[in-house]
């Protein structure tokens, strides 16, 4: 197509809009502190729309763009959220805190939780990672093969906690 067709005014506005946030593919289960911290992105996010939104022609136009998309992605994470909450049991679910040591004698302790509210950092971890998937199940005693891009690593759970 020659140039001479393309409207670059379109084009510009195009290329400013932000990527969408790519919402995953695996069941949206929540513990109920992640389904809180949901609920509050959103309010958060739509008060920020509504700051930006109330400013009319001064406003941040990418502000609010990005502030939409964002919007858009965690609306829809809240509204595909499945609430877990974690009970008393003798194997790994999500919500349980979990001990393991590997087969160096390292010891960690973390909690499986939903992708929106993982945190590694925290030792929060998503059930669906490959850790989560590792554990999810195991009971005390139980060794299970961590597979890992650094390479797998035989785990043995220690305990299972509900805090």
């Known amino acids: 197509m020659s140039r ?5 005014d379109n084009a510009a506005a195009q290329a400013d809009q932000p990527v969408e946030r790519q919402v995953s593919a695996q069941p949206n ?8 911290q949901l609920q509050a992105r959103v309010a958060e996010l739509q008060a920020l729309h509504g700051q930006q939104a109330s400013q009319g022609d001064l406003a941040d136009k ?8 964002d919007l858009r992605y965690f609306t829809q994470r809240l509204q595909s959220a499945h609430v877990v909450a974690p009970t008393s049991s003798d194997q790994v679910r999500i919500g349980h805190w979990v001990t ?19 945190d590694v950092a925290k030792g929060l971890i998503n059930w ?16 299970v093969t961590w597979e890992r891009p650094a390479g797998n690593l035989i785990i043995e759970v220690i305990t299972i906690d509900l805090e």
Do not use: C, M
């Open 62 to 69: 990418q502000r609010i763009a990005n502030l939409e998309r």
């Open 100 to 118: 393991f040591v590997d087969e160096h004698d390292h010891e960690q302790r973390v909690q499986l939780v939903g992708e929106d509210q993982a």
């Open 29 to 36: 289960y929540v513990t109920p502190t992640g389904l809180a």
């Open 4 to 8: 001479a067709f393309v409207n670059e």
């Open 128 to 143: 669906g990672s490959p850790l989560g998937r590792a554990l999810l199940g195991t009971k005390v005693g139980d060794e």
